[in-house]
């Protein structure tokens, strides 16, 4: 199946890639390893996150320490959120006022 990011999780993975990589290149590169594998699983099995609630369609993967927010559509699977697992889920619901996230 077809994954997309959205522009803000792959703003997001931009950034903690980068921030990342100011004190190691090496652990940087695995994160974005990392969820390059976790969005091709959840491609190979759509529904492996459970459905979030309040959000419409909306299911999350766990891929620790990161949170990945999908949604399938008529194309395949858009990610429409990336967040480290200690971020206050209130700062990812501002930049997503579309879905509920908790």
Do not use: C, N, W
């Amino acid at each position: 199946m077809k994954i997309r990011l959205s522009d803000r999780a792959l703003a997001y993975l931009k950034r903690e890639q980068g921030y990342l990589a100011k004190f190691d290149k090496r652990v940087a590169l695995a994160v974005v390893r990392q969820i390059r594998a976790a969005t091709k699983l959840i491609g190979e099995h759509p529904q492996i996150g459970p459905v979030i609630d309040g959000a419409k369609g909306v299911r999350r993967y766990i891929s620790a320490p990161y949170q990945i927010d999908y949604q399938e559509d008529d194309v395949g699977i858009m990610v429409v959120a990336i967040r480290h697992g200690r971020q206050a889920p209130r700062e990812v619901e501002a930049e997503y006022p579309q879905f509920k996230l908790d």
